[in-house]
């Protein structure tokens, strides 16, 4: 049972984001960038957009955590890049959803793709925030809140 | 005392663990249907029945308030009150009771003593020395206190094995230190820190030292007056007491010298509107309703622990520390963080591309509760320059097999992150 949870957490595409997390770099002409912690483990990333009016032109990020916070913002910057302000904001629900282990996650888990992956997260209550923090610092980017996200 | 544990006075030259983990019902419990290896001790150490039993047996028979009714049932809490301050004051060989605060815990005696001691004696321009290995409770409330008073928070640098460069902790004993704060045993690394020595360094120049001894009592002998510690704190659940409360030893001049903490009933003579005379020692420092069951809980552990011969308990978590450091080390990409010539029970430890909150999740699914973080020692982190470390503890109550099983399950984290 507990094996079976692992390898539900720990999937191979989080374990590849891990070691080679997407996007993952500062971005020097970024419209907004905000920073993301979590004191109870030290996760700390920051989370860099790039807006042309309404739609995220570019995202990127940087910092150190877990495999699953720092997997979580690596696929997140795949899934939003292109996408509009209002869209960046459903993913947010539907992700929030999923790893919480909310059944009305808005979308089956073929819509959902990679991010799927995170569906495990659940079973461990512990490491929701971790999954999670990436995704509240980059809705504070796009609200243009500056100050710093903490998941405690 | 009867106690309810199997355990007895013991004189043998090893310890009988069997025995002992009975005592510890949730030793044999399972979590994610696997035997609980318990490693995290130097969080909050586990409780043996005589305890539990001596809280439950308080409050079914002989519970009330404490110094105040002259009836059967005040007189009998505080009877249990007092020979609760009566057992910790032999366990730390203080001079007397009146030596002997009953706080919340090591945190809050640390709070006491700078907020009292400190806002006297601590002026503008004035230093408070601490060690760079400190928790941040022994950091933070002399940081308030330095920020109040315009004073200078010092830190003495640690080397990289993890050990106070003492040296520099005597050249920073200066004219202007009005005290200094040292742990005992470092939470993150283990380390033992030299404080008889220490001491004497600060005493030389008339400065005297509070002592955060919340990871040492449980793996040592504490003697405060061989140490001539002026100041001996510790809380009750790492010593296999319940939570809640803690002790604050202070040296009797020291303590007469210092205003109360807090005002309230219990620590009062007499009170006028005009006036309030403050209690004797220990009350002074005693407002408002104490920890009974708690203070009858913590006596309870002492008696416990007291079953054990100090040398044998030593001996046994040296070889337990001994043997967990040499298997983690012979794993490839593990690093252990803090390697002090004298350490109690502790192994912080990280590993290359895996972060230790993955190690410790890994860990818990094969019913392995390790310490994963900054440990309150952000300061530690970051002369590593790491941001957390997975850290195993141990009590006296644990065994090789739980080792083994430690050394098996990082194994397992190796293999989930595919760096086999």
Redesign the interface.
């Known amino acids: 049972m507990s094996d079976l949870n692992l390898k539900a957490l720990y999937q191979e595409i989080i374990l590849d984001h891990n070691r080679n997390p997407r996007n993952f770099k500062k971005m020097d002409d970024a419209s907004c960038s905000v920073d993301g912690y979590n004191p109870l483990c030290g996760d700390h990333y920051t989370i860099f957009l790039k807006l042309d009016h309404d739609i995220i032109r570019e995202i990127s990020f940087q910092g150190s955590g877990c495999a699953i916070s720092k997997a979580s913002a690596s696929v997140m910057s795949t899934v939003l890049k292109g996408k509009t302000r209002a869209e960046a904001e459903e993913w947010f629900e539907k992700f929030h959803h999923l790893v919480r282990g909310e059944s009305n996650s808005g979308g089956s888990m073929d819509e959902l793709g990679k991010l799927a992956a995170f569906a495990g997260v659940s079973e461990f209550p512990a490491r929701v925030k971790c999954a999670i923090l990436p995704w509240h610092t980059m809705k504070n980017a796009l609200e243009e809140k500056k100050e710093t996200v903490s998941t405690e | 005392m009867k106690t309810t544990g199997i355990m007895t006075k013991q004189t043998v030259f090893s310890l009988p663990l069997n025995q002992i983990r009975k005592d510890f019902p949730i030793l044999s419990t399972n979590v994610?249907?696997?035997p609980l290896v318990y490693l995290d001790n130097a969080a909050s150490a586990q409780k043996p029945l005589p305890v539990i039993d001596a809280i439950r047996r308080y409050y079914l028979t002989e519970h009330s308030n404490v110094h105040r009714g002259v009836h059967y049932l005040s007189e009998r809490a505080t009877g249990k009150y007092e020979a609760a301050r009566s057992t910790v004051k032999k366990f730390l060989n203080a001079d007397s009771e009146r030596e002997i605060i009953f706080v919340r815990g090591a945190t809050e005696a640390i709070n006491l003593v700078a907020a009292t001691f400190g806002r006297v004696n601590v002026q503008a321009g004035d230093e408070v020395l601490i060690t760079e290995l400190e928790h941040h409770s022994n950091i933070v409330p002399w940081q308030m206190l330095c920020e109040e008073k315009n004073a200078l928070l010092r830190v003495a640098p640690i080397n990289d094995r993890g050990e106070v460069i003492l040296e520099e902790f005597d050249r920073l004993l200066s004219k202007k230190t009005k005290i200094a704060a040292i742990s005992h045993v470092s939470n993150a690394l283990g380390t033992v820190n030299p404080v008889k020595h220490m001491i004497e360094m600060a005493h030389r120049k008339g400065i005297p030292v509070l002592v955060d001894g919340a990871q040492a009592v449980p793996h040592m002998r504490i003697d405060v007056r061989d140490l001539d510690a002026d100041f001996y704190v510790f809380s009750s659940h790492k010593v296999f007491g319940p939570t809640g409360i803690g002790i604050l030893y202070g040296k009797a001049g020291f303590l007469e010298s210092m205003p109360p903490y807090q005002g309230g009933g219990d620590m009062i003579k007499s009170v006028t509107f005009e006036k309030t005379i403050f209690n004797d020692l220990p009350y002074k420092f005693e407002a408002g309703t104490p920890d009974i069951a708690g203070a009858v809980g913590l006596a309870a552990a002492i008696d416990y622990i007291n079953l054990f011969d100090w040398h044998v308990v030593e001996q046994h978590e040296q070889e337990l520390l001994r043997h967990a450091q040499e298997k983690l080390a012979a794993i490839s990409g593990l690093h252990i963080i803090g390697e002090a010539a004298e350490k109690a029970g502790v192994v912080s430890f990280i590993m290359d591309?895996?972060?230790?909150?993955?190690i410790g999740?890994?860990l818990d699914?094969?019913g392995i509760a390790i310490r994963?973080?900054?440990h309150c020692a952000q300061p530690v982190?970051k002369r590593y320059g790491i941001?957390?470390t997975a850290r195993a503890s141990f009590a006296f109550y644990n065994t090789r097999e739980e080792i083994e099983a430690l050394v098996k399950g990082v194994l397992n984290v190796k293999e989930?992150?595919?760096h086999v």
């Open positions: 994610h249907g696997k591309g895996i972060h230790p909150h993955d999740t890994i699914q094969d994963t973080g900054h982190m941001p957390a989930i992150f595919g």
